[in-house]
């Protein structure tokens, strides 16, 4: 069974920056990618970015390119969602998953969630 922890969310002013953390509890290895993912009030959950696990491979959606970068701590069992230039847009509930076979924005693909931390962006 594969636990997820995310932390590190919080409230900050447009244009300021906050690093997400998940850690993994995996005793049989069997993630292969760990994804970010958000759900702002009332939307759909969106796929965020990932990373593939054993080299490092990251993908991100078109809206945070440039802007959020995903790095892991493998001694750690942690990744980390790094954001950047934060946009009030960027309000959500951000969480982490964990696949054993595909990285990529469709939800399917994950079969273990976080619970979740609130990032708040302010005008």
């Known amino acids: 069974q594969v636990q997820l922890v995310e932390s590190g969310g919080g409230s900050v002013q447009a244009g300021g920056s906050l690093t997400l953390s998940c850690a993994r509890s995996d005793p049989t290895y069997t993630s292969r990618c760990m994804g970010w993912f958000r759900q702002p009030s009332g939307k759909e959950r969106e796929g965020v970015g990932g990373?593939?696990?054993?080299?490092?491979?990251?993908w991100y959606a078109d809206s945070v390119k440039g802007r959020f970068t995903i790095s892991q701590d493998n001694a750690k069992n942690t990744v980390y969602l790094h954001m950047n230039s934060l946009k009030p847009e960027d309000t959500a509930m951000y969480y982490c998953?964990?696949?054993?076979?595909?990285?990529?924005?469709?939800?399917?693909?994950?079969?273990?969630w976080g619970q979740g931390t609130q990032v708040t962006v302010s005008s």
């Open positions: 990373i593939y696990i054993l080299d490092g491979m990251t």
């Open positions: 998953a964990a696949s054993p076979t595909s990285c990529g924005p469709t939800k399917a693909y994950f079969t273990y």
